[in-house]
């Protein structure tokens, strides 16, 4: 089985990367950057993003495992005191995989043939560097409302305990094939309305945000990575055909995860 290791970059995170890379050498597992067959990410939820989307071109073959370094992730579980048992688990080489769903975003541009498709394993956002967002959202082909305020995020289940669940958004369980639209601060009175609560389709449904303006720039998010986006005349949100695959060597309950980084750890 092929390996990498990818760690956060800080002191702490480095020294586990290299011990984790000896020991899984010394088992006889092959390091290989470009096409690894399990990437472990050394850091927190942040540097699970990052080597998320350094291999987003392998979904189907690579699984993803974090350790994490700082408080307890979503994606990162595991301590660095579990290390030994950690890499003593890889080398069997057989684990249980679980696959989350993930999102497809695709940005439609005046100009270009083809729109642009990207993957979020958290969410997407649509912000302005200038004044209010104002487009109108399509659901299935039909028109919903016409959105005027800061921005809107689409989330994945597993991008909903992160920046959903500051906008007032639910949390979803990864089980679920969906995704979560919320506002950020709408403008509400006589002359706008939203219907102001978060909403949430399941994976047939297709959601479309217009531009009033044809032309405009937005700025957008997709999990950690900011774009500034332009001449965009359609954004279409779905649930991705593509699941990340995670590499379960133990139990790892949503709602356990949910619970000790929201409500306590000490239990
Ligand atoms: P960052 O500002 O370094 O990280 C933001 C925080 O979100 C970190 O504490 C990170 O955990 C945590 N996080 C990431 N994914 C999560 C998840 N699925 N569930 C719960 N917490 C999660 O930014 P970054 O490292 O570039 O990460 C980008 C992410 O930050 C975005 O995808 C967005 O979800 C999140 N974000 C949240 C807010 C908010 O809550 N108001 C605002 C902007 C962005 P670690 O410390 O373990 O890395």
Same mark, same amino acid.
């Given at each position: 089985?092929?390996?990498?290791?990818? /760690?956060?970059?800080?002191?702490?995170?480095?020294?586990?990367? /290299?011990?984790?890379?000896?020991?899984?050498?010394? $088992?006889?597992?092959?390091?290989?950057?470009?096409?690894?067959?399990?990437?472990?990410?050394?850091? &927190?939820?942040?540097?699970?993003?990052? %080597?998320?989307?350094?291999? $987003?071109?392998?979904?189907?073959?690579?699984?993803?495992?974090?350790?994490?370094?700082?408080?307890?992730?979503?994606?990162?579980?595991?301590?660095?005191?579990?290390?030994?048992?950690?890499?003593?688990?890889? /080398?069997?080489? !057989?684990?249980?995989?679980?696959?989350?769903?993930?999102?497809?975003?695709?940005?439609?541009?005046? &100009?270009?043939?083809?729109?642009?498709?990207?993957?979020?394993?958290?969410?997407?956002?649509?912000?302005?560097?200038? &004044?209010?967002?104002?487009?109108?959202?399509?659901?299935?082909?039909?028109?919903?409302?016409?959105?005027?305020?800061?921005?809107?995020?689409?989330?994945?289940?597993?991008?909903?305990?992160?920046?959903?669940? %500051?906008?007032?958004?639910?949390?979803?369980?990864? !089980?679920?094939?969906?995704?979560?639209?919320?506002?950020?601060?709408?403008?509400?009175?006589?002359?706008?309305?939203?219907?102001? !609560?978060?909403?949430?389709?399941?994976?047939?449904?297709?959601?479309?945000?217009?531009?009033?303006?044809? &032309?405009?720039? $937005?700025?957008?998010?997709?999990?950690?990575?900011?774009?500034?986006?332009?001449?965009?005349?359609?954004?279409?949100?779905?649930?991705?055909?593509?699941?990340?695959?995670?590499?379960?060597?133990?139990?790892?309950?949503?709602?356990?995860?949910?619970?000790?980084? $929201?409500?306590?750890?000490?239990?």
């Amino acid at each position: 089985m092929k390996f990498v290791v990818t /760690s956060k970059g800080d002191h702490k995170s480095d020294s586990i990367k /290299s011990i984790i890379d000896q020991y899984l050498t010394d $088992f006889d597992l092959e390091m290989d950057k470009e096409t690894p067959d399990l990437v472990i990410t050394v850091g &927190g939820d942040g540097t699970f993003l990052h %080597a998320v989307h350094k291999y $987003f071109h392998r979904l189907e073959e690579t699984a993803f495992i974090g350790v994490h370094t700082g408080h307890l992730g979503f994606y990162a579980d595991w301590l660095p005191d579990e290390i030994e048992k950690l890499v003593i688990e890889i /080398s069997k080489q !057989s684990f249980d995989i679980a696959e989350y769903p993930l999102l497809e975003m695709k940005i439609h541009r005046q &100009g270009l043939p083809e729109p642009e498709r990207y993957l979020a394993l958290n969410e997407t956002t649509i912000r302005k560097i200038e &004044g209010s967002v104002v487009l109108d959202i399509d659901i299935n082909g039909e028109l919903f409302e016409r959105f005027r305020g800061d921005g809107l995020c689409v989330s994945t289940p597993s991008g909903s305990t992160a920046y959903n669940k %500051a906008l007032g958004g639910a949390i979803v369980h990864p !089980s679920l094939s969906t995704m979560q639209l919320t506002e950020m601060s709408s403008i509400n009175n006589r002359v706008y309305r939203t219907i102001g !609560s978060p909403l949430i389709f399941p994976s047939h449904h297709m959601v479309q945000f217009k531009p009033m303006n044809k &032309g405009q720039s $937005f700025l957008m998010t997709i999990d950690h990575i900011t774009k500034s986006v332009d001449h965009v005349t359609l954004f279409e949100c779905a649930v991705a055909k593509e699941k990340i695959r995670f590499a379960r060597f133990r139990p790892f309950p949503f709602w356990k995860r949910v619970h000790d980084s $929201f409500i306590s750890d000490d239990r």
